[in-house]
C-alpha cells in the first residue's frame, strides 16, 4: 500500500480533481477499472453533449445524476455480473466448496452436471466403486469353482485429496477412515459369499505424494513449489539453445527433441542434449538433468548415483523423452495449489503394500520390496506359473515358509 500512499501525495502536490480515486483505480484490476473507464467515457459524452445543447441550472444537475447513476450501474453491475459468472464457473467446474466438510455440486435441486463431475473428488467414488465390484462379483460369478478369479479393483480418491489439499490434510483422512469402511464393508461381503479361507488380499499403491510446501514446516522441513522465475529459467535456457545452434523446430513437444531437424542439421543427439541439460542444471530448482545417451549407455561410473538406476528403469529408448529434469529434493513441481507426485524422491516413491494369505498369521516383512514384485508373488501364492519375462522377484516362500499351509 506504500506506494499508493506516495502516489496519493504526489497527485495531491500537483492538484489532480480526485487523487484518492485515481490512487484506489491503480490498485484495481484492469477487468475492474475497466468499468470505471467506461462509465468515465458517457459521463465525458454526456458534458460534451450538455455543452452543445447549452443546458445549464437544475436541468444540467438532473442529467448530471442521471449520469452519474448510468456511470456507477455500470460499475456496480460489472462487479455483479462478475458475482455471477464467477458462480457459473463454478458450477461448470463442478467444484467442491472450499470448506471442510464440502459440499458436492452447486445451488440445484436434483443432482446435476456439477453435482457428477465434484463426485470424482470425493470419498464416496471409492464407496461406489465397492457396489460395482459387488455386481461384478455376482455377474461374473466369481469364487464359484476351483479356478482362481482375479478381481482388480483401484481406489482412486485419496489420489484426488492428495493432490488438491495434501497428505496432511482433513480431506485426505477423511477419505482413510471411509476407505477404511469401504473395504470392510466389501471384505464382509466376500466373507459371506466366498469365504475368506478362499480369498487372497493385496493392497498397495502406484505412488505417494509430497507433502503441500506450505505444511513442511509444521514437519521441520523446508521446501517450495516452483514460481514464474524457475519458468522464466527455463524459457531462457531454450533461448540460449536457440541462439547457440540457430532457431528452428528443435522439439517435437516438452522435451522430446526433433530428430529430422538434428539430422538436417548433420548434429549428434547427445551433443544438442548435453548443451540443454547444462544450461538447464543452471536453472535454482534443478538438481539434475538426465539425458537420454546417459541413460541409455552402460558406463560403470554413471552407478554411482542412486537415481540413475531409477530413471534407467523408466526409460524407453523409443517411447521416453530425450530429456529428465530432476528437480531438487522437496521442490514441488507445480505452479498451482495443488501438490503431486513423479519425483524419484522417497515421499513419492515409498508405498506400502500388503498380502492376506489365507490360513497365515500376519506379520510385518522389513526388506525392502518393489512393486513389480506383487505379480509374480502372487503368482507363486496362487501356483500360478509367471511367464519368464516377467520383471520382478517372487516373494512368495517368505510370506509362507515351507511346511506352513
Ligand atoms: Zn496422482
Known amino acids: 500500500m506504500e506506494s499508493v500512499v506516495l502516489f496519493s501525495l504526489g497527485l495531491v502536490l500537483i492538484n489532480a480533481p480526485s487523487p484518492m480515486l485515481i490512487a484506489v483505480g491503480m ?39 442521471t449520469g452519474t447513476l448510468l456511470a456507477s450501474g455500470f460499475i456496480a453491475g460489472e462487479s455483479l455480473t462478475g458475482v455471477l459468472l464467477a458462480a457459473i464457473v463454478l458450477a461448470k467446474a463442478g467444484m467442491l466448496t472450499s470448506n471442510f466438510p464440502h459440499a458436492i455440486g452447486s445451488f440445484s435441486l436434483a443432482p446435476d452436471d456439477a453435482f457428477y463431475s465434484s463426485f470424482g473428488g470425493t470419498p464416496f467414488m471409492d464407496d461406489y466403486l465397492v457396489d460395482l465390484a459387488i455386481s461384478l ?37 477423511d477419505v482413510m477412515l471411509r476407505l477404511d ?10 466373507d459371506e459369499r466366498i469365504g475368506m479361507a478362499h480369498v487372497m488380499l493385496s493392497l498397495s499403491a502406484d505412488h505417494g505424494v509430497m507433502t503441500m510446501p506450505e505444511a513442511l514446516p509444521v514437519l521441520g522441513l523446508l521446501g517450495r513449489r516452483v514460481d514464474a522465475s524457475d519458468v522464466v529459467c527455463y524459457q531462457k535456457s531454450q533461448e540460449d539453445f536457440q541462439m547457440h545452434f540457430g532457431r528452428d523446430e528443435w522439439f517435437i513437444e516438452e522435451m522430446y527433441l526433433n530428430y529430422e531437424t538434428l539430422g538436417r542439421r548433420n548434429l549428434l ?47 524407453h529408448p523409443v517411447r521416453s523423452p530425450d530429456l529428465y529434469v530432476q528437480l531438487k529434493p522437496l521442490t514441488l513441481n507445480s505452479l498451482g495449489t495443488e501438490t503431486t507426485h513423479g519425483s524419484p524422491y522417497e515421499y513419492d516413491r515409498h508405498v506400502a503394500m500388503l498380502i492376506r494369505v489365507p490360513g497365515v498369521h500376519g506379520r ?23 511367464p519368464p519375462d516377467l520383471e520382478g522377484a517372487d516373494w512368495s516362500r517368505r510370506l509362507v515358509p515351507l511346511g506352513v499351509d
Open 27 to 65: 490498485y484495481l484490476p484492469l477487468e475492474t477499472t475497466s468499468a470505471i473507464f467506461v462509465g468515465g467515457c458517457i459521463k465525458a459524452l454526456l458534458h460534451w453533449f450538455m455543452r452543445r445543447r447549452q443546458v445549464t441550472g437544475d436541468d444540467a444537475n438532473r442529467v448530471e445524476s
Open 137 to 173: 462379483i455376482e455377474g461374473e460369478d466369481l469364487g464359484r469353482d476351483d479356478a482362481v478369479d482375479f478381481l482388480s479393483l483401484s481406489f482412486s480418491a485419496l489420489d484426488s485429496a492428495g493432490h488438491d489439499y495434501g497428505p496432511n490434510s482433513r480431506e485426505a483422512l
Open 181 to 190: 469402511r469401504s473395504l470392510g464393508r466389501l471384505f464382509a461381503y466376500l
Open 269 to 315: 543427439r547427445s551433443t544438442v542434449e548435453k548443451r540443454l541439460a547444462e544450461s538447464l542444471e543452471r536453472c535454482a530448482a534443478v538438481e539434475k538433468v538426465w539425458t537420454s545417451t546417459e541413460l541409455e549407455s552402460q558406463s560403470p561410473d554413471l552407478e554411482q548415483n542412486e537415481y540413475l538406476r531409477l530413471y534407467r528403469n523408466s526409460h
Open 364 to 386: 510385518r516383512i522389513a526388506d525392502r520390496v518393489r512393486t513389480l514384485d506383487l505379480a509374480p508373488t502372487l503368482a507363486g501364492l496362487l501356483g500360478i506359473a509367471a
